[in-house]
């Protein structure tokens, strides 16, 4: 039978989108018609779990959390009787492996539980920062080639239905709760956004804002409204960097990655930062693709005998 899946996608600089796009790709590829909706601050034409056999969540960490999109999309989400749960899986990014980040599913599981949902794979992405420091091209395009090689395996895992979960952490719903501060402090630090003379009035991050927080006034000049997320995808961006993001200002990341042919060889200040972390999340993911890979190439022969 044919089958449908939705993934409610919030991504600011698009990290997340990428994750979510590969997921599209592999479940098209095993028939399953795929929609990526889009998460911003409009929710008129969002499609409801109750159309779809699979139902995903997307979206990058901020502050040990979801992003407010993600919190108000599940408001709207449908309730399911008991002993009718819907399944559903999440997928998050980034910049850090650290366990305490897996505590961001707590607060959303624990809403959509009461609505009938039941959580049955979840998985977590490392993508370079847009905001705290830059990462080399080089190791940004390192995260994305993990990445897009994990995703195509834990789709598959979603499609089989193997169930997968992250590690728990201590305190994890009170450390969640408590870092949701976030949600209204990143809405008044974006009223202290300011745009340099230097702009260029390209309106890029007018059109890149996922929930439509600049505009123009009428004089022509930028404007900030008073719903900023702190995605930074304005900054990051900018295409001549004029974008002050107020008191977080001195963790402006400007300019886009280089995921394709990265220059080799350059230093960062930050090398040392995570460095356990990393190495073990690069060390778990590669032995995870290589026991598949091996599993495929191993299932593949026997096939042909």
């Known amino acids: 039978m044919y089958k449908k899946a939705v993934i409610y996608c919030f991504s600011g600089t698009g990290n997340t989108l990428k994750a979510a796009k590969e997921y599209k790709k592999i479940f098209e590829e095993n028939n399953v018609e795929t929609y990526i909706f889009n998460v911003g601050d409009n929710f008129d034409d969002m499609p409801s779990p109750k159309d779809y056999d699979y139902v995903g969540i997307a979206y990058p960490?901020?502050?040990?959390?979801?992003?407010?999109?993600?919190?108000?999309?599940i408001k709207l989400f449908p309730k399911f009787d008991k002993a009718d749960r819907k399944k559903i899986f999440i997928i998050k990014t980034s910049g850090e492996p650290l366990t305490i980040n897996n505590i961001s599913s707590y607060p959303l599981m624990s809403r959509l539980n009461n609505k009938g949902y039941i959580l049955t794979n979840e998985y977590h992405y490392i993508m370079p920062y847009n905001i705290l420091f830059r990462h080399t091209d080089e190791f940004a395009?390192?995260?994305?080639?993990?990445?897009k090689a994990l995703c195509v395996i834990e789709a598959n895992e979603i499609l089989s239905e193997k169930e997968s979960y992250l590690k728990k952490f201590p305190l994890g719903r009170l450390i969640a709760f408590l870092f949701r501060i976030e949600h209204p402090a990143m809405k008044i630090n974006g009223n202290l956004f300011r745009v340099k003379k230097i702009c260029t009035h390209c309106n890029l991050c007018i059109k890149k804002c996922p929930v439509n927080n600049i505009y123009n006034d009428e004089k022509g000049n930028i404007k900030f409204k008073n719903k900023c997320v702190m995605c930074t995808s304005c900054a990051f961006r900018c295409p001549v960097?004029?974008?002050?993001?107020?008191?977080?200002?001195?963790?402006?990341?400007?300019?886009?990655?280089?995921?394709?042919?990265?220059?080799l060889g350059l230093k960062s200040k930050h090398e040392n930062y995570c460095k356990k972390a990393y190495d073990r999340y690069f060390d778990n993911a590669d032995k995870k693709i290589h026991f598949y890979s091996d599993n495929a190439e191993e299932e593949y022969k026997q096939k042909s005998y």
């Open 141 to 147: 395009a390192k995260m994305w080639k993990t990445a």
């Open 241 to 263: 960097d004029a974008i002050n993001i107020g008191i977080l200002n001195f963790w402006r990341v400007n300019g886009v990655y280089k995921f394709e042919n990265p220059p």
């Open 61 to 73: 960490i901020h502050g040990f959390n979801a992003p407010y999109p993600i919190f108000d999309l």
